[in-house]
Each structure stands twice: as C-alpha cells, then as structure tokens.
C-alpha cells in the first residue's frame, strides 16, 4: 500500500478511518443483533465498506470482536481507576467509589454491558484471552486499592477480588437479559453490599 492522498488523506489515514468503521458497526451489531448472528457482509453494509476493504483491516470477525472488547474493558478500566484514585482513603469510600463507578459506566451504554459481560462468552475461544487479561487487570485495581486498608480482612484477597468480579459480571448479565431489568442502583447497593461483607474483616 503506498502512500498516495486521496481526499485529503492519506492510505494510513483512509485505513484507520476504515478500521474505526467497523470497530463502530461492530459495536453496534455485535451487541445486537449478537455476536454469532453478525456476519461480516451485515457489518461491511454497516460500515459502508466492501468485503475486501475489510480484510484490509482485520483478519476477521474474531479479531474485530476482541478489539471491541479490549476498548470496553480499556475505557472502562480507566474510569473506574479515575474515580477511585478521588476516593476518600477507607474501605467503605473504596468499594462504593469503585462498584458505583464500573456498575453506572458499563450500564450508561446498554451495548457496552452486552459486549462485556455476554457476548464475550457468546463469541467462544477467540475471546478466552482477552477475557482473562481483563479479569486479571480488574482483580489488580481491587487488590491494589484494599491491600493497604487496615480494617481489610486477612483472607485470600485474589480470591476474593475474583469472587467479587463473578458477582457483578452475572448481577450484570442478569440486567442485560432481563425483560425487566432491576434498577442500576439497586444493582450498585447489591454489589457494594457483597464487597463489604467479603473485605471487611
């Protein structure tokens, strides 16, 4: 591919925009109609690109759907880290800071709670890594923001991080599929109230 302009932007340029494309149909799609049900001809239609501009970009719908997913989990991270690092140094400041500000950022976007806590397991193998980086990265920030709190509990906190995450991601898969989901505030004191009965010793 050279690097010739066309419309005022260059190949790398035209690539990204195209790339930036799908991963928006995607996120569309993939979230609903669902990931097994989206086909690349239905997200190239999205998108307003051929089949072959696709490949262009991604070497298929499991690449496209772990980069979703990474951006998720990504944006996601970084606003629950943000929130936290503004929250009073106690346990109880920590753990409502922490669950209120991933439980209201990933229901501020129905497609982003789908994407992340069903569609990721919908999609099979080609997300089993992705998915374990981002537990992993979600049990660190728990671990890390608890480790130095005195009132927290002597037990296992890797194993209750994990723990922790397993209950909000099914308290979040049961919002999403519900045809009358719970309110997210209850979802929130659900959680808040489960983490301070696991860390508090």
């Not at 190949?11 to 930036?20: D, F, H, Q, V």
């Not at 970009?57 to 990504?74: N, P, W």
């Not at 500000?101 to 992340?116: C, L, P």
């Amino acid at each position: 591919m050279n690097g010739r302009s066309y419309r005022g932007m260059s190949a790398e340029e035209r690539l990204a925009e195209r790339r930036e494309r799908l991963i928006s149909a995607a996120y569309i799609l993939y979230s609903d109609p669902g990931f097994p049900e989206t086909t690349i001809e239905r997200l190239c239609a999205e998108a307003r690109i051929s089949n072959r501009a696709f490949y262009e970009c991604f070497s298929g719908r499991d690449e496209l759907m772990q980069t979703v997913y990474d951006r998720c989990v990504r944006e996601t991270l970084d606003a629950m880290s943000k929130a936290i690092e503004q929250a009073p140094d106690t346990l109880a400041d920590r753990v409502e800071t922490g669950v209120t500000s991933y439980i209201s950022f990933v229901t501020d976007d129905r497609r982003r709670a789908r994407i992340m806590h069903l569609e990721v397991r919908r999609a099979g193998e080609c997300l089993v890594t992705s998915r374990q980086s981002a537990v992993a990265a979600f049990t660190r920030t728990i671990e890390s923001n608890v480790a130095d709190l005195p009132e927290v509990t002597k037990a296992n906190q890797h194993l209750l991080a994990l723990g922790m995450i397993g209950a909000i991601q099914e308290l979040l898969i049961e919002w999403v599929l519900a045809d009358d989901p719970p309110p997210v505030a209850g979802l929130i004191d659900t959680a808040t109230h489960i983490f301070r009965r696991s860390f508090v010793t």
